[in-house]
Each structure stands twice: as structure tokens, then as C-alpha cells.
């Protein structure tokens, strides 16, 4: 056992001397490519930058980003929205505007944004003289969904004809468990939750995190990981509506309620999307829980209702997950940000 506990005890020191080093080495000899690093955004966190709403896309980015196996590029605009072909750019604000509003689906992780169902709505909203621009981010909720609606308006010094909310399943347990408002209205993580700012950190201060971060996003997903996702399966799952589900509903009604109240004094229409992840696909959870209750919550509001799970309904279980989904994980490949837009587009007809 001593020996056990010797050899333990000197390969941590070993550790941590080379932690020290790779540290030291990074911000003196090699500060200058440490800093190129940082401004290329190239690292997968390092696409975001920390901000009063917690996180947000860093701005100016024109990277090749991964995603398991994929890798697509990412751009983002002087204000830190996604952009690309058909996206609103300065000489747009002029037009009548469409926010979108919601986490990773909005954003478009691993596709092109031409491809994401917001790139979609931009390109056929330009040809009626419209513009929509992208404010989705990974791991945004309702919390954050109204203070960044709020937050964009004053960034474009416009308010925007229409608000498309997509209310993704993860929002109800990040409401509930994962984000709190602090002073100054200031969105923070709970303590258990603070991955972010450490990952940040050890990302842009080690080589060797650097480099395992990068192997680890680059890895290709297994086809199980697309499945057994606890922030899907609270509306099947009772426990897990009693542990977070419940509170998150209620949390994430008030925040949407803002909304609702954002929008009157804009004299905004408002729409709320809602879409389904393999796991409720499989469980055969088509009158979800986030269906009905979003259902309700909209006519109560007098908002528009998009009942996205519907589409992903249409054939077998399995063929819909393999066809819609990104192989080995919960977001949607291109087929699907197309079928959920083309819901979208059928139930809106123009904008």
C-alpha cells in the first residue's frame, strides 16, 4: 500500500510540474501564439465568450468549428449573432424584423447555418423584404431567452415585428437546476454548474487541456448517445417531474410570460416553436407534456403555436431518429432542421 501511494503521490507531482510549465511556457515564450489561439476561435468553447447573460457567441468569428466527426464552418457577426448567406447584415435593419430565440437547435450546431431551420427562415423571409436574425446560443433557456431578446433590440437599435421562440425539452431542467439571476440582472450559473468558466479558463491558459478538449470534440459519437437523456425524458418519466420538472415549468412560464410582456409594449406577434428529441421519439411521447402545456400556455396568451414534435411522428421510430438526427446525438442534422422549418413554413404560410 505505501508503495501504491508512493508511486501515486509521484505522479501527481509529476502533474502538476508539467501543468506549472505548460502554464508558464504558454504566457511568456509562446504568448504570442497563445493569443492568436484565443482570437481564432477555433476551440469549441472558445466560440463563446462570457457576458451578463452568462455566455454568448463571441463576436467576429469566421472559424472551422467540430462536432464528433463534423465540421462545419461558423461565422457570427460584429454582435455575436450566427451568420451567413441570407443573413441580415447592417443595411438590413430597415426592415421589418423576426428575432429567433432559443439554445443549441437555434443556434444549428453541427450543420451549416444555411442548412439550420433559423438560416431556412432567413432565406425565405428575405425574399418578402424581411429580416431574421439568429440569436440562438448552446445551453440558453427561458431565463435568458427574454433578457437576450431585450439585449439584441438595443445592440441593433430595433424591435422586432415578430419573436419566434423554439422552447427546446433541456430548457425545463436548465430553469429549474442549472441558471439563477444575481445582482445587476446578471444571469449565473448554480455553484454545481460552473463548467463553463473553468473550462474557459483551462482551455485558454493550458496546452494540454487544449489538446484533450480538441481530441474528446473531435470524437465520433456513439449511435447510444442519442438516447437515455434525462432532459428529454421528464415528460415520461414522473420522478423526474417531481425531482425538477414541475419547478421548471413554472420557472420557465415566468420567464416566457416576459416575453409575452416584451411583446405588447413592442406590438410584437410572438410565436413558440416546440420539437421533440429521439428519446421522446422512442417513448412514443407524441402528445408530450411540453406539447400540451406549451399548447395551452400560448391560447391562454394569445401567441402562436407550432406543435414541431408532429412531423418526427410521421413514420417508424427508429427511421425517424436515424433520418433527422445527427448520428449518436440529440440535434437535428439537415433533413431535420429542414423538416421542422417546412412544419414551420406550412403553418405560418407568409410572414
Same mark, same amino acid.
Given at each position: 500500500?505505501?508503495?501504491? #501511494? ?160 423554439? #422552447? ?33 479558463? #483551462? ?36 420522478? #423526474? ?111
Amino acid at each position: 500500500m505505501k508503495r501504491v #501511494l508512493r508511486v501515486l503521490g509521484q505522479a501527481f507531482v509529476i502533474v502538476l510540474i508539467v501543468l506549472a510549465l505548460d502554464y508558464v511556457v504558454l504566457a511568456t515564450v509562446l504568448s504570442d501564439w497563445k493569443r492568436n489561439w484565443a482570437d481564432s476561435a477555433t476551440a469549441y468553447t472558445q466560440a463563446y465568450v462570457l457576458s451578463p447573460l452568462h455566455h454568448d457567441i463571441a463576436p467576429n468569428q469566421d472559424s472551422m468549428r467540430a462536432w464528433g466527426n463534423i465540421v462545419y464552418p461558423f461565422r457570427s457577426d460584429r454582435y455575436g449573432f450566427r451568420t451567413g448567406a441570407c443573413a441580415p447584415g447592417e443595411n438590413d435593419k430597415t426592415k421589418s424584423a423576426i428575432f429567433a430565440v432559443g439554445d443549441s437547435f437555434t443556434e444549428g450546431l453541427g450543420v451549416l447555418y444555411e442548412e439550420s431551420f433559423v438560416g431556412l427562415m432567413a432565406c425565405d423571409a428575405a425574399k418578402q423584404g424581411k429580416a431574421v436574425w439568429n440569436l440562438g446560443v448552446v445551453f440558453y433557456s427561458p431565463v435568458i431567452y427574454y433578457r437576450k431578446i431585450r439585449a439584441s433590440a438595443e445592440k441593433l437599435g430595433i424591435k422586432p415585428a415578430e419573436v419566434y421562440v423554439f #422552447l427546446d425539452l433541456s430548457d425545463i431542467r436548465d430553469e429549474a437546476l442549472v441558471y439563477r439571476v444575481g445582482a445587476g440582472d446578471v444571469v449565473t450559473m448554480a455553484p454545481s454548474y460552473h463548467w463553463f468558466a473553468t473550462g474557459q479558463f #483551462l482551455l485558454g491558459n493550458f496546452a494540454t487541456f487544449r489538446l484533450i478538449y480538441d481530441l474528446w470534440i473531435k470524437s465520433p459519437f456513439s449511435v447510444a448517445g442519442s438516447y437515455g437523456r434525462e432532459r428529454a425524458l421528464w415528460t415520461v418519466d414522473p420522478g #423526474l417531474m417531481a425531482e425538477w420538472g414541475r419547478r421548471g415549468l413554472q420557472l420557465a412560464t415566468q420567464s416566457m410570460d416576459k416575453i409575452v410582456d416584451l411583446c405588447r409594449e413592442w406590438q410584437c406577434k410572438l410565436t413558440v416553436v416546440v420539437y421533440p428529441w429521439p428519446d421522446n421519439i422512442a417513448e412514443g411521447d407524441r402528445n408530450s407534456i411540453q406539447v400540451t402545456y406549451w399548447r395551452d400556455w400560448a391560447a391562454a396568451r394569445g401567441a402562436r403555436f407550432i406543435d414541431g414534435f408532429a412531423p418526427f411522428f410521421r413514420g417508424p421510430p427508429g427511421a425517424a431518429v436515424h433520418k433527422y438526427y445527427i448520428r449518436g446525438d440529440t440535434h437535428f442534422n439537415a433533413a431535420g432542421h429542414h423538416l421542422l422549418f417546412d412544419e414551420l413554413r406550412s403553418a405560418i404560410g407568409d410572414y
